[in-house]
C-alpha cells in the first residue's frame, strides 16, 4: 500500500557547497525556504557538512570527506571542483550512491549550479525521482587552477562538460535558467529542449534588508566621512567571476582625490587583492564577511556600488549569469558601475541607474579621469528610487522579493512533482 504523505517532499540539493561556510549559493537558496515549507517538506543537501551547521531546516550531507580525499579543497574553500575526469567520475559515482540510498525519501530533486550540474539530476531519474536543475551559466572557459597538472586534467575535463551536458538534459524533467541570455545561448547552440521545460527564474532581495536608507545616516553609523566619494563592493574575493582587482589597480594608479572603496566579502584571493591595493597605494578597504545587514549599511553609505565581472570566463563573452548583487545594489537605490553586456545594459535600463566599464585598469582609469559629478550622481539615484518607488523595476523582473521569486519555484515544483508519492522512513538531521 503506497503511503501518502501530507507534504510533498522536496530536495534542493547543492552539490558542490560545503556548509559552512555559507556562500552565495547558501544565500539564494536559504530566503526561499520560510515561502516553501508550508506547502513542501523541504531538505537541503550539500557536498558536506565537516561542522554541524547552524540551519533551521532539514538537511542531508552527500558524503563524508572522510571517504574521499579531494573533498579536502571544499573543507578550505567551502566550493568543491573536481580537478579533472577521474575526480569527476568519483564524486559521479557518490552521488549515484546518494540518489539510490535517498530516492525513497524525496518526491522531486532541485538540483543547483555548479560544474557538473545535471549530474545529480540524472542520478535520482534512475531511481525514479523526477528532477530539475538549475542552469546559472554555460560554460566556465578559463582554467583557474595555478598547478599545471590541475590546469591540465581541468581542460581534460572540459571537454567531456558539453557532452555530459547534454546527455543530462536529455533525461531531466525540466530545467531552470537565471537569465533570458542563457536560455537564448542554450538555444543559439543546441542543447535538448525539445519537449523540455526552460522556466527563467533570477535572484530575489529581502526588502527589510536592501532598500534605500539615507546615506548621511549609514556613513555616521559606519564612521565614513561624510565628504568622501564612496565606492562599495560586496561579493566574493575569489577572483572568478567577480574579479575586483582591475578596479583597484586602477584606484591606486589614478590617484583621484577623496575617493575610497570599502571591500566587503572575503575569498581564497582576498591577500592577492590586498597585495595589489598596497603596491599601488590604492585607497581601498577591506572589511572582510559582513552580515546582510551591515553589507546593505555600506551599500547605503556608497556614492556608486561595483559589480565587475570576468566575462571572458563565457563563450564569445556573453554574460548569462543573473547577478544578485547588482540587484541588491538596485534594491538598496544606489548607482552601479558594472561592464557593458547584455545581461547588465537590461539591469541598469541602457545606462539610466548606472555606468558601462570594460572590467580592464585602462578602462577604470578613463573613467576616473572624467568621473560624475555629485550632481549628475545624485539626479541617477533620485531617478532610480523613483522608478523603484513607482515598482519599474519590479515590473521588469529586476528588483524581486524572494517571495516572489518562491512562487516561480512553486509553480516548477507542481508542474514537475511525481504522483507516486511512495517512501522508506528518512534519516535526516536538522539543527
Known amino acids: 500500500m503506497k503511503e501518502i504523505y501530507p507534504k510533498p517532499r522536496i530536495c534542493i540539493a547543492l552539490p558542490a557547497i560545503t556548509c559552512p561556510p555559507f556562500g552565495a549559493y547558501v544565500l539564494n537558496t536559504l530566503p526561499l525556504l520560510p515561502y516553501l515549507e508550508p506547502e513542501f517538506d523541504v531538505t537541503l543537501a550539500f557536498c558536506d557538512t565537516p561542522e554541524a551547521p547552524k540551519l533551521n531546516c532539514h538537511y542531508l550531507s552527500i558524503f563524508d570527506s572522510s571517504k574521499f580525499s579531494e573533498t579536502k579543497t571544499a573543507g578550505q574553500k567551502g566550493y568543491f571542483n573536481p580537478r579533472g575526469p577521474l575526480g569527476a567520475w568519483k564524486y559521479l559515482k557518490i552521488i549515484d550512491k546518494f540518489a539510490q540510498d535517498q530516492a525513497g525519501n524525496f518526491d522531486l530533486i532541485i538540483e543547483k ?25 554555460e560554460f566556465y572557459n578559463q582554467i583557474f587552477f595555478k598547478n599545471w597538472k590541475d590546469k591540465a586534467l581541468r581542460f581534460t575535463l572540459n571537454q567531456f562538460l558539453p557532452h555530459l551536458r547534454r546527455r543530462w538534459m536529455r533525461s531531466v524533467n525540466g530545467i531552470i535558467v537565471e537569465t533570458e541570455q542563457t536560455k537564448s545561448f542554450l538555444s543559439e547552440n543546441n542543447y535538448p529542449l525539445q519537449n523540455k521545460s526552460v522556466t527563467t527564474i533570477p535572484n530575489g532581495i529581502d526588502p527589510k534588508i536592501f532598500f534605500p536608507q539615507d546615506r548621511k545616516l549609514c556613513r555616521q553609523h559606519l564612521g565614513i566621512s561624510q565628504e568622501a566619494l564612496v565606492l562599495t ?12 582587482g582591475p ?94 553586456c547584455q545581461r547588465m545594459e537590461y539591469l541598469l535600463a541602457g545606462g539610466k541607474y548606472g555606468f558601462f566599464v570594460e572590467n580592464q585598469v585602462d578602462n577604470y582609469r578613463e573613467f576616473l579621469r572624467n568621473l560624475p559629478s555629485p550632481e549628475e550622481l545624485s539626479q541617477m539615484e533620485n531617478c532610480l528610487i523613483t522608478d523603484l518607488q513607482g515598482s519599474v523595476l519590479r515590473s521588469q523582473g529586476i528588483v524581486l522579493t524572494w517571495q516572489e521569486i518562491a512562487q516561480m519555484y512553486k ?18 538531521s536538522k539543527s
Open 113 to 137: 549550479q555548479w560544474s557538473l550540474v545535471g549530474g545529480l539530476s540524472s542520478a535520482f531519474i534512475r531511481y525514479g525521482v523526477p528532477s530539475v536543475f538549475v542552469l546559472e551559466a
Open 247 to 340: 578596479i583597484i589597480e586602477a584606484l591606486g594608479k589614478q590617484k583621484y582625490r577623496d575617493v575610497v572603496l570599502h571591500m566587503i566579502g572575503d575569498g581564497h584571493k582576498q591577500q592577492e587583492l590586498e597585495d595589489i591595493a598596497q603596491k599601488f597605494e590604492a585607497p581601498v578597504i577591506f572589511h572582510g564577511r559582513r552580515s546582510q545587514q551591515e553589507a546593505a549599511l555600506y551599500i547605503g553609505a556608497a556614492d556608486l556600488c561595483l559589480a565587475p565581472y570576468n566575462k571572458n570566463l563565457f563563450p564569445g563573452g556573453k554574460f548569462t549569469s543573473a547577478s544578485l548583487k547588482v540587484c541588491e545594489y538596485l534594491a538598496c537605490g544606489r548607482p552601479v558601475l558594472t561592464i557593458p
Open 411 to 428: 509553480q516548477v515544483i507542481r508542474e514537475n512533482l511525481s504522483h507516486n508519492l511512495t517512501t522508506v522512513p528518512s534519516k535526516i
Open 233 to 244: 563592493y560586496v561579493g566574493s574575493l575569489r577572483r572568478f567571476i567577480q574579479e575586483p
